[in-house]
């Protein structure tokens, strides 16, 4: 088995700066899109893994890991200024490689990829950041490769979201990503994921920023 490129701990444990951003110039001086709501679905998990870091390849201490191209999603989280929403808890979810989800229901557990954690959580730090280490998402029947992701703090409500890939050609027929009428609300929703610079496992990178219409209280 090949080792992988970030080893477990290091990366619960890494400066954000380790991970490449990717920028559009300007950005900051056009008017922010606000990240569009869209359903939590029927596969929020109904139990929680033991193991619910940001780093969903590998659970606990486990050698095996997840199979599937690992993708490094992260991003910001601000509120419509551009203002950084510190301690705001990011939460994703999504099928393993087999298309499974980790719900009892989200398909068959014969098929389930046990390596794979299936959720993840992580607190924005102080400029807003998060963080995860998980696979490219993987289409299942019905629906184009998507990752579930939600956004809470402490007596505010949750916004929930799905990020998806750029270029998948499934994205064009999603009934659920076509019920945004707002071309620029939903192309906000789909990213590139890219080839990380010097894997010699054929790592992605992916930045999905989320954009608040409210501010979370501390």
């Known amino acids: 088995m090949m080792p992988l490129a970030l080893p477990r701990r290091r990366f619960l444990n890494h400066s954000f700066a380790s991970i ?30 033991l ?20 993708a490094y999603l992260s991003g910001k989280v601000t509120d419509i200024k551009g203002a950084p929403i510190r301690n705001a808890l990011v939460e994703i979810w ?4 087999h298309g499974i989800y980790l719900h009892s229901r989200g398909g068959p557990r014969s098929k389930l990829d046990s390596n794979f954690q299936g959720y993840g959580k992580f607190l924005t730090d102080s400029k807003g950041m998060y963080s995860f280490r998980t696979l490219k998402p993987s289409p299942y029947s ?15 409500q949750k916004l929930t979201t799905q ?3 750029q270029g ?6 999603d009934f659920i990503l076509k019920k945004i009428k ?21 790592e992605l990178t992916a930045r999905f920023d989320i954009v608040l219409g409210w501010t979370p209280q501390d």
Do not use: W
């Open 51 to 70: 193991d619910s870091d940001n780093d969903l390849i590998i659970i606990n201490d486990s050698l095996t890991p997840a199979i599937g191209t690992i």
């Open 182 to 202: 707002d071309s620029k609300a939903r192309e906000s929703l789909i990213v590139p994921f890219q080839p990380m610079k010097g894997s010699k496992l054929g």
């Open 94 to 97: 999504q099928v393993d490689n």
């Open 20 to 49: 490449p951003f990717f920028c559009t110039p300007g950005l900051m001086a056009e008017a922010l899109t606000l990240t569009p709501r869209q359903t939590e679905g029927p596969f929020y998990p109904d139990k929680m893994p």
């Open 168 to 173: 998948e050609p499934r994205n064009k027929m």
């Open 142 to 156: 019905g629906r184009t490769p998507h990752i579930h992701m939600s956004v809470s703090s402490k007596g505010q």
């Open 163 to 165: 990020c998806y890939v």
